[in-house]
């Protein structure tokens, strides 16, 4: 199957323990996403996460090759995974089967990351998850990066976040679909 760019709605979300939700909401909106990050990283929900802001690019990588990631996230035309089409209120899986030297709807060079080296094969599973703002606008994007290797997320895994209100200004976490919401992965505002 060559890449393909899959919307998808996520599962319902896991309760997080309040000592975690207070130290979140503790924190900048940045910093609580970081945070986030590495609590994904922790329960192996991602290899490596890109976390992005509209306008604003590449905030913050984190994981395995995240240094090189972000340098190629931060060459000059390079298209982050915000930017794909499709990204607003639906998350999205990019998956398949890609070659090095083939056009691809994923920047050359974010294909080669994702394969590793390889000259061609599978770019494992990326799941493009929005942030918007409460009142709708696509704000930035979580990537997690599972490679092929790792495989797909399963149900077993966390959906950490929901159930954080964090009040005007503040990050509603939920990197799952909140039942009383549209999918928001995180909401700002």
């Known amino acids: 199957m060559p890449v393909s760019i899959i919307p998808f709605n996520m ?22 996403v970081i945070q986030g990050m590495n609590l994904l990283l922790g329960i192996e929900a991602a ?31 390079v298209r982050a995974f915000a930017d794909q089409d499709g ?24 294909v080669r990351f994702l394969l590793e080296g390889a000259e061609g ?15 709708g606008p696509l704000w930035g994007a979580l990537t997690l990066i599972r490679r092929a290797a790792s495989g797909p997320l399963n149900h077993e895994q966390p959906n950490l976040w929901p159930d954080a209100r964090l009040g005007r200004d503040r990050l509603y976490y939920s990197v799952f679909e909140h039942p009383s919401l549209d999918l928001v992965a995180i909401d700002v505002g």
């Open 47 to 77: 290899d490596t996460i890109v976390y992005e802001r509209v306008g604003q690019g590449v905030v913050h990588t984190a994981g395995a090759g995240a240094e090189v990631l972000q340098r190629v996230l931060e060459q000059d035309g």
């Open 87 to 110: 990204v607003g209120h639906s998350a999205l899986l990019l998956v398949g089967q890609a070659q090095a030297d083939e056009e691809s709807p994923l920047p050359a060079r974010v």
């Open 11 to 32: 599962p319902e979300p896991a309760a997080i323990p309040p000592h975690i939700v207070a130290s979140l909401e503790a924190m900048s909106p940045d910093e609580a």
């Open 121 to 135: 094969g599978s770019i494992g599973f990326s799941y493009v998850l929005p942030l918007q703002t409460s009142d």
